[in-house]
């Protein structure tokens, strides 16, 4: 059976420890950034560091189009503000700022794509059976401790799972379905962080603040979820420890 696979890289704690589970489970993975406007380079430089560290081919996409069509976001424009210094218990409560107009279904439909491309490439060069090959798309959503956003929840993906197949060759001719993982969507960022150390994932070098500066800010939802989740695992975060060892510009 060939395992091909996309995992969707953002250089964060979240979609890093996902690749590597990917990749401890045998899946011939691809990583896929998307380079779509956001505020800052910081998490495309990690990204790209995340791959080579792991050894995945990486493919960086460019969609500056993202920027002007998705522009109702903190992530894409100045206009609106990051949000900072929340309680973390209220970050779920409603769809913050930090959402980008239906950001995950561009970015799964763009990775089924790659990865449809891949398995007709095996089936229709006849390399492999239909029934030899299974197709899977890496996602790093979070149900427990996520933002709030909409395109993070169990629901969404069942839908989007089911338009993949029905709108694809490799699904309606070959009955391939292409299949959305989500391997840390039931766990906390505590258990994230553990899952992440215990697959070896390079922590060290993730980024996950919305701010690009030297170092993170502290105090956006994301640094404050990431924050919890190192503090209940019981360990320092090895991106903090790096920093001060190293300096800011590492």
Known sequence: MRRLGVVLLSGGLDSTTVAARARADGIEVVALTFDYGQRHRRELESAGRVAALMGLRHEVVGLPAMHRLSWY???????????????????????????????????????????????????????????????????????????????????????????????????????????????VLHLSKAGIVRLGLELGAPLEHTWSCY???????????????????????????????????EGPSA
């Open 73 to 183: 976001s903190a992530l894409t424009t100045g206009v609106i503000e990051v949000p900072r210094g929340r309680p973390v218990a209220d970050l779920g409560a409603d769809v913050p700022s930090t959402y980008v107009p239906l950001r995950n279904t561009v970015f799964l439909t763009l990775a089924a794509a790659l990865l449809e491309s891949r398995v007709l490439g095996l089936i229709e060069g006849h390399e492999v059976e239909a029934g030899d090959v299974s197709a899977a798309i890496f996602i790093a959503a979070n149900a427990v401790d996520y933002s709030g956003y909409p395109d993070c929840r169990p629901e969404y993906f069942a839908a989007m799972r089911k338009a993949l197949f029905e709108g694809s060759k490799m699904g309606r001719q070959y009955g391939v379905p292409i299949l959305i993982e989500t391997p």
């Open 211 to 245: 701010e690009g500066g030297p170092v993170p800010c502290g105090d956006c939802d994301s640094c404050l979820l990431r924050a919890r989740g190192f503090a209940e695992a019981g360990v320092e975060d090895p991106l903090l420890a790096r920093l001060r060892r």
